[in-house]
T-cell receptor, first 115, second 112 residues
């Protein structure tokens, strides 16, 4: 079974621009979560989607948004990019069966550099 | 709020040495606990997990036991290899909202 895929793998953007990152979960997985990884702040939770609905959101400004499609694929968008948004953005998927906590499987990440 | 604390690295070892990475957590309720590993330039790989007190997770020679009385989930391996050089993350997960809370990560360097 194919793992979590993320596109693109690398991006270079300029301050003020916006960017869209894509994530395809493992087949059959219905929950998709996004995390930001930086040397200073470590791994931080951005948001989680299940059945096209955002169920949980981390402490990030409104410039960070996401969505999930009916096939469980997800996108996240960052508008008005700032230098501090430079990070590795990781997507994770999980099966999410009823009454069970499932492990999350991560993609390789998208490395975003803002100049 | 929930938090995870890991020993800071880097941890430098010789091949075949014993590895321990300490992890403690603070959380309400009964979280599941995980260890993830990250190799250079890659995403996170699930190493092992434990979902309730006294569970032992194990994989690829690594082990960790969920100790509720000490709120700990220390990672151990009896004999490390150069290929174990990576950054290791301890994390907790609660059912509500499917949010992983990570520790700061511990870099391990194994020398031949």
């Amino acid at each position: 079974k194919a793992g979590v895929t993320q596109t693109p793998r690398y991006l270079i953007k300029t301050r003020g621009q916006q960017v869209t990152l894509s994530c395809s979960p493992i087949s059959g997985h219905r929950s998709v979560s996004w995390y930001q990884q930086t040397p200073g702040q470590g791994l931080q939770f951005l948001f989680e989607y299940f059945s096209e609905t955002q169920r949980n959101k981390g402490n990030f400004p409104g410039r960070f948004s996401g969505r999930q499609f009916s096939n469980s694929r997800s996108e996240m968008n960052v508008s008005t990019l700032e230098l501090g948004d430079s990070a590795l953005y990781l997507c994770a998927s999980s099966l999410e069966l009823r009454d069970r906590v499932d492990e999350q499987y991560f993609g390789p990440g998208t490395r975003l550099t803002v100049t | 709020g929930d938090s995870v604390t890991q020993m800071e690295g880097p941890v430098t070892l010789s091949e075949e040495a014993f590895l321990t990475i300490n992890c403690t957590y603070t959380a309400t309720g009964y979280p599941s606990l995980f260890w993830y590993v990250q190799y250079p330039g890659e995403g996170l790989q699930l190493l092992l997990k434990a979902t309730k007190a006294d569970d032992k997770g194990s994989n690829k020679g690594f082990e960790a036991t969920y100790r509720k009385e000490t709120t700990s989930f220390h990672l151990e391996k009896g004999s490390v290899q150069v290929s174990d050089s990576a950054v290791y993350f301890c994390a907790l997960l609660k059912a509500a909202g499917n949010k992983l809370t990570f520790g700061g990560g511990t870099r391990v360097l194994v020398k031949p």
